[in-house]
């Protein structure tokens, strides 16, 4: 699975849109992105993944590079529930057995009142 | 969605006992789950692969006789901590692929474990 670089930590202002950036510059092909977040002492929770078109759901919006070496998760109007470490992970996906995956170290969000 | 539980959510334990942590998928069946072990201010770490019917599969380093894992059906599984000792102290999580999407992975709530 390829690898990721992510910021350590940041900020955003309660309401306003958090723009998380990922950097996956050695992704091949097949490889797609999901994104995962974790909020203090609970179970890493599901966001939202893609391959190479931009994404949307209920919770996020995913945009990814025309070349596919980095990619923006969007919380479109942040709430201070959206404080957690944000997990970029680059990998192809598995249809049976080892979907195991592998986290890097995340950026830690904070929502600012 | 899909819904993993665990149990217990916390557990305190004296040191050389054993602690049994259950992991559950509510409403899908799962041949495979994951064990993960998360340190204080560390990202997850895999530790392995939980096969139901068959012999789990363990991630380089962690000990396979210490970590006894245990997935006896399409719904639990099973992580027991043998002879604990503090370094053992972690947040333990298990996870298993959604049914209806292979691609995305659903997350028990964690299971708090301190070793005295």
């Known amino acids: 699975d390829a690898k990721t670089t992510q910021p350590t930590s940041m900020d955003c202002a309660e309401g306003r849109a958090a723009n998380l950036p990922c950097n996956h510059s050695?992704?091949?092909?097949?490889?797609?992105v999901y994104w995962y977040r974790q909020i203090h002492s609970q179970g890493p929770q599901y966001i939202i993944h893609g391959l190479k078109n931009n994404e949307t759901n209920e919770m996020a919006s995913l945009i990814i590079t025309e070349d596919r070496k980095s990619s923006t998760l969007i919380l479109p109007h942040a709430t201070l529930r959206d404080t957690a470490v944000y997990y970029c992970?680059?990998?192809?996906?598995?249809?049976?057995?080892?979907?195991?995956?592998?986290f890097g170290t995340g950026t830690r969000l904070t929502i600012i009142p | 969605g899909a819904v993993v539980s665990q149990h217990p959510s916390r557990v305190i334990c004296k040191s050389g006992t054993s602690v049994k942590i259950e992991c559950r998928s509510l409403?899908?069946?799962?041949?495979?789950m994951f064990w993960y072990r998360q340190f204080p201010k560390q990202s997850l770490m895999l530790m392995a692969t939980s096969n139901e019917g068959s012999k789990a599969t363990y991630e380089q380093g962690v000990e396979k006789d210490k970590f006894l894992i245990n997935h006896a059906s399409l719904t639990l599984s099973t992580l027991t901590v043998t002879s604990a000792h503090p370094e053992d102290s972690s947040f333990y999580i298990c996870?298993?692929?959604?049914?209806?999407?292979?691609?995305?992975?659903?997350f028990g709530p964690g299971t708090r474990l301190t070793v005295l």
């Open positions: 992970i680059v990998r192809v996906p598995k249809k049976l057995g080892n979907e195991k995956l592998t």
């Open positions: 996870s298993a692929p959604g049914t209806l999407s292979a691609d995305t992975q659903y």
């Open positions: 409403d899908f069946q799962a041949t495979t």
């Open positions: 050695t992704i091949s092909g097949n490889e797609y």
